[in-house]
Structures are given as structure tokens and as C-alpha cells.
């Protein structure tokens, strides 16, 4: 599916209204934001034909490799970065490649997810706001909006992961009574811990490709004597971007802490265990004596021949098993 996006001029500012196009239609020339969504062949070829660019299979996105996610080719300049989305074929939100192709004034973008931040960016460029002139200035400009939408889904995440995080550490060193219940909320909490581990770690990948394009532009902006308010946004976004990589960095090294903290808990519930098991081998250990020593087939054992032998030989062991666990329990070793 093809998106294009014209300037338009609303209430005295410039917006970007947007609408899909078929492989019949005409593309506008003044279109300067091409959004292909699970392009087919037929629409990558109809773009290429408008915008004289190259537009990059899903294969090449995703055989594309590192030293070449940045670089130029024909007038154009090609970058890719990897976003935090919810992939289709998965309930569990993943990295989708995004392909930026920015060709003179106008800006080509390609993907084969929707994330949140591509929606929320599309609505607020079409509406009448007050930063609309300088959302709808130019491909570059659109760009910088589109990383900034980014960065701003990257903060709400990773705020949310944060708080998240907070509730799980309380009820990591909350004491429970029922031992059972303290085993099976330490393992949901050590699979939940894995999870957020693992949200966070992709969206600090994320962050990091951002990272990449943004320290490109920058550099192209300086060399190209780029519109001042331009590389002030750019920078300022750099900035707020690189604040949120120490955020995740942060909450990366807290949740080690309380898996490192649950998985002692756990071998403390595991050491209790084995010492139940430890003292019960020891209570009967002695009866375990004293049976074994009036099953021995001497010839001359006394107590066998007495009408109380019997009843002897068990008090004796009932005596022997509880002595031993009083004794512990005096010494408060249980």
C-alpha cells in the first residue's frame, strides 16, 4: 500500500493530509512524504518511477548489513533504522526494519510494520498545531518528526517498563506465609523479569539505529548549512535520545539486580528443602539404631524374651526421634 502526504494550508498553517494511492493513480508532484506499507513489486516500481530512487526489498532490509545501513547512492541518501513494533506474526512486540530515503525535498519511507509512533506522528502533522510549519517544511523536516515520534513512543515504554519494574521489586521482598504460594510467585516473577528484560533490551537496540541516523543527519546538516532551526531540532532530539539509552541502561541493570535477588531467594527456598530433608535423615537415625540393633540375630537378647520387649523398643525410637528435633528447635536451627 502507497500513503502519500501533501502539504495543505489549514486555519494559516501548513499540515499534511494524507491518502492512499493505487497502482492507477498519479502520484502529485508535490508529494513529499511516500509511505509504502508491505509494498508489493508493482508499487515499488510505480515509486521508483516518480521519485528516481531504488526502493529496497524486505530481503535487502533484512540481509542488509551494518556498514551499509547508512550511505548514498544517486542523489539519494538511504537509511535504515529498526523500530520497536508489534510484529504480526508474533504477541510479543519486536524490532521491525524502516528504510528512510530522502531524495532532494521529498522523503520515501518503507516498512513492513505499523508502529505506534508512524500513527501518532501521522495524526499530529494533520492537525492544525503549533509546531505545524515546521512539521510540514520539507522531507528532512518530516524525517526529524518521524524520529522524534520515535524517541517520544521510546520514552512512554520505557517509563511504562519502569513502573512496571517498581511493582515487581515490592513484591520480590514481600514476605508470604504460604511457602507455596512464595514458590510459584517467584517463578512468574522471574519469567516476567524476562520479559521486561527483553522489551528493554530491543528498545534500547531501537534507540541505538535512531542514534546512527540522527549523528548522520547532523553531520550532513553542518556540511549542507541546513536551515538553523533544523539542526537546533536535530540536536535537541540527539540530546533527549541519548538521555533515554542511559534510562534503559539503568533499568537493563536494575532488573540484573532483581533476577540476581530472585534466583537467591529461590536457592534459599531450595537450602530450606534440603535442610528438612537433612534433619529428617538425622531424627531417624536413631531409631533407626535401635530397630536395627533388636533385629540383629544374636541368641542372647534379653528385652525379646519380656512381655513389655516390644512396646519398649517403640517408645525407645518415638524418645530417640523426638529428642533430636527438640534439640533443634531449642537451638532455633529450624
Known amino acids: 500500500m502507497i500513503f502519500i502526504h501533501q502539504p495543505v494550508t489549514e486555519a494559516g498553517q501548513r499540515l499534511l493530509e494524507r491518502r492512499a494511492v493505487n497502482l492507477q493513480d498519479v502520484i502529485p508532484e508535490d508529494t513529499i512524504w511516500l509511505d509504502l506499507i508491505r509494498p508489493t513489486r508493482e508499487e515499488e516500481l510505480k515509486v521508483e518511477e516518480f521519485a528516481g530512487i531504488e526502493v529496497p526489498t524486505r530481503e535487502e532490509m533484512k540481509d542488509i548489513e551494518p556498514s551499509e545501513l547508512l550511505y548514498v547512492e544517486d542523489g539519494a541518501r538511504y537509511m535504515t533504522g529498526r523500530v520497536l513494533s508489534k510484529v504480526s506474526d508474533s504477541e510479543e512486540p519486536g524490532l521491525a526494519g524502516i528504510t528512510f530515503i530522502l531524495r532532494g525535498n521529498r522523503l520515501i519511507t518503507v516498512r513492513y510494520e505499523e508502529p505506534q509512533s508512524f500513527r501518532m506522528f501521522a495524526q499530529r502533522a494533520g492537525r492544525a498545531t503549533g509546531n505545524g510549519h515546521a512539521t510540514v517544511a520539507s522531507g528532512d523536516a518530516i524525517l526529524a518528526g518521524l524520529i522524534e515520534a520515535v524517541i517520544d513512543r521510546a520514552a512512554d515504554v520505557l517509563q511504562l517498563q519502569g513502573e512496571r519494574i517498581d511493582r515487581l521489586s515490592g513484591s520480590i521482598f514481600e514476605v508470604q506465609d504460604d511457602p507455596s504460594a512464595r514458590n510459584t510467585a517467584l517463578q512468574d516473577t522471574l519469567r516476567a523479569l524476562g520479559r521486561h528484560g527483553d522489551l528493554i533490551s530491543k528498545q534500547r537496540e531501537s534507540l541505538v539505529s535512531m542514534e546512527r541516523i540522527l549523528l548522520s543527519l547532523s553531520a550532513t546538516?553542518?556540511?549542507?548549512?541546513?536551515?538553523?532551526?533544523?539542526?537546533?531540532?536535530?540536536?535537541?532530539?540527539?540530546?533527549?535520545?541519548?538521555?533515554?539509552?542511559?534510562?534503559?541502561?539503568?533499568?537493563?541493570?536494575?532488573?540484573?539486580?532483581?533476577?540476581?535477588?530472585?534466583?537467591?531467594?529461590?536457592?534459599?527456598?531450595?537450602?530450606?528443602?534440603?535442610?528438612?530433608?537433612?534433619?529428617?535423615?538425622?531424627?531417624?537415625?536413631?531409631?533407626?539404631?535401635?530397630?536395627?540393633?533388636?533385629?540383629?540375630?544374636?541368641?542372647?537378647?534379653?528385652?525379646?524374651?519380656?512381655?513389655?520387649?516390644?512396646?519398649?523398643?517403640?517408645?525407645?525410637?518415638?524418645?530417640?526421634?523426638?529428642?533430636?528435633?527438640?534439640?533443634?528447635?531449642?537451638?532455633?536451627?529450624?
Open 221 to 334: 546538516y553542518r556540511t549542507n548549512k541546513a536551515p538553523r532551526d533544523l539542526r537546533e531540532d536535530v540536536r535537541s532530539t540527539l540530546r533527549d535520545l541519548q538521555s533515554l539509552e542511559e534510562h534503559a541502561t539503568f533499568l537493563s541493570t536494575k532488573i540484573q539486580f532483581l533476577l540476581d535477588a530472585t534466583l537467591g531467594l529461590v536457592n534459599l527456598e531450595q537450602n530450606n528443602i534440603i535442610k528438612l530433608f537433612s534433619v529428617m535423615a538425622v531424627v531417624f537415625m536413631p531409631p533407626t539404631l535401635i530397630a536395627s540393633i533388636y533385629g540383629m540375630n544374636f541368641k542372647s537378647i534379653p528385652e525379646l524374651d519380656w512381655s513389655f520387649g516390644y512396646p519398649m523398643a517403640v517408645v525407645m525410637m518415638v524418645v530417640a526421634a523426638v529428642l533430636p528435633y527438640a534439640f533443634f528447635r531449642w537451638k532455633r536451627w529450624l
